[in-house]
């Protein structure tokens, strides 16, 4: 916001004194985080095994002073893990598998096709928040990295982008 107007100490009629002021802008403030539930423990061992299911919940919070806009995830299904087909989640509301490539919605499908890079989830207002979630199932037998499953999402917006991780389900 300029400011501008007469500095009475330094102007005078002929010579009157501008104060243009200092241009603030409104600056987005994001924040992600992800987590991981486990659903099912088929064994009841309270481990994650093969067989179980995880959730797992990327969260988006606005905390600028501006509308985030246009706001995209993009992830992937951790090796040895296979997609829970129809759980995809956006706050709260199932949304559809992708008819092409992977059933997975927020994935790119490895197509180059300047279409499908992600779940364009809309804007995030001022001191709202989204939620995306999905589930996915531990590969029986277990196909995955020696080191456990883990995953990360890209969010993407006008304003910002940022990498939200959960790692050694």
Do not use: C, H
Not at 5 to 17: E, L, V
């Amino acid at each position: 916001m300029a400011a501008w107007g007469q500095d009475p100490a330094n102007s005078t009629r002929s010579s009157p004194y501008l104060d243009l002021g200092t241009a603030i802008l409104p600056l987005p403030i994001a924040n992600s985080w992800k987590t991981s539930t486990q659903i099912t423990d088929v064994d009841s061992d309270g481990l994650v095994d093969p067989g179980d299911t995880i959730e797992y919940t990327i969260n988006i919070k606005n905390d600028g002073v501006v509308i985030l806009g246009n706001v995209n995830v993009i992830d992937i299904i951790p090796d040895g893990t296979t997609y829970v087909a129809g759980s995809t989640e956006v706050n709260d509301v199932s949304i559809g598998d992708d008819s092409s490539g992977t059933a997975f919605p927020l994935d790119d499908d490895n197509i180059d096709n300047s279409i499908d890079s992600g779940r364009n989830i809309g804007n995030i207002d001022v001191d709202e928040s989204a939620t995306v979630s999905f589930q996915v199932q531990i590969n029986d037998p277990y196909d995955g990295p020696v080191d456990g499953v883990t995953n990360s999402a890209l969010v993407d917006s006008d304003e910002d982008s940022f990498t939200v991780a959960v790692n050694g389900t």
